[in-house]
């Protein structure tokens, strides 16, 4: 099976091709659909986010950097318990050094954000519809999910010149189910995602070899408010291989694929939405 094939969303739906997608989601650990959101569709969901960004009113204590490099969020107790009760809200999380030392911002706030999560599904009317849709019911059921739940959702935003870098990890690290297998992210282009931008990265096939490590809560009243179980790993670079995908393309994740994606010292935004499934059977 060629790892340059190009699959559209349809595929999933035509019998010869739907096989050669799976196929190539068990293989690798991944898979790109093209056409999955129609251009104005993708407008539509970065057009509500920028409402939703124009009126977001965030208090001081609650101005938390996200990142993947130190765990930024979980830092300090203020920031550690907006993020970690942030599961069934709408709640806002930035670049580094978009803040001044009040607390207020230093570049335009459309451009201060990293992410919005983690329940637009919920309360999001044109999120929820897309996140519930029947082609994304499709899939799922065509990937053999039973009963498939949303865990979270989140609007990245990869900002132009100050995207931050998300260092390779999997997704089973931080959303664990037993037995292991049972989560798969879906990651929708709301605008082209380019080498240049900060694409995803994968190490094909590394969903094979089970976690290397697990987030777990420490005992309640103390802090920090996660641990881990077993260890960050170092990948070879020369093992990932660049995911780019066209607005309305998705890229399907299984749960414990490695995968990353590079800082954005481009001029261009880099929107996606994303949520993560799992099978609750
Ligand atoms: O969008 C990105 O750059 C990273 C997203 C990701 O790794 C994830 O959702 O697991």
Redesign the pocket.
């Known amino acids: 099976m060629c790892r340059g094939k190009q699959f559209y969303f349809c595929d999933v739906d035509c019998a010869s091709e739907a096989s050669s997608v799976l196929y190539m989601y068990q293989e690798d650990g991944y898979v790109v659909l093209d056409g999955l959101l129609t251009s104005q569709e993708c407008d539509e969901l970065r057009q509500r986010m920028a409402e939703i960004v124009e009126r977001m009113d965030v208090p001081e204590h609650c101005r938390t950097t996200f990142s993947t490099y130190h765990d930024e969020q979980l830092k300090t107790q203020g920031n550690a318990d907006y993020f970690i009760t942030s599961g069934d809200r709408i709640r806002f999380f930035f670049e580094k050094g978009v803040f001044d030392d009040k607390g207020e911002f230093i570049v335009p706030k459309q451009r201060s954000l990293n992410k919005v999560g983690h329940a637009l599904h919920a309360y999001e009317p044109l999120y929820e519809k897309v996140t519930h849709s029947p082609k994304v019911q499709g899939i799922a059921k065509k990937l053999g999910l039973v009963s498939p739940v949303i865990l979270q959702s ?1 609007f ?1 935003f ?1 900002q132009p010149g100050i995207g931050g870098e ?1 260092t390779p ?1 999997q ?1 089973a690290t931080f959303l664990y189910t037993e037995p292991l297998g049972r989560v798969m ?1 879906v ?1 929708i282009a709301l605008e082209d995602a380019t080498i240049n931008n ?1 694409c ?1 990265w994968f190490i094909p096939g590394s969903h094979n070899s089970g976690i290397t490590r697990r987030m777990v809560r420490t005992p309640k009243g103390t802090f920090p408010l996660t641990d881990f179980i077993g260890r960050e790993q170092t990948y070879d670079d020369e093992k990932f291989v660049a995911a780019p995908v066209k607005k309305g393309g998705v890229i399907l ?1 299984h749960g414990q694929v490695v ?3 590079a800082e954005n010292t481009s001029e261009e935004s880099r929107h ?1 939405y ?1 949520f993560h499934i799992m099978e609750a059977q």
């Open positions: 989140m990245i990869k998300v990890h997704d992210g990651w900060g995803l994740i995968h990353r994606s996606v994303t």
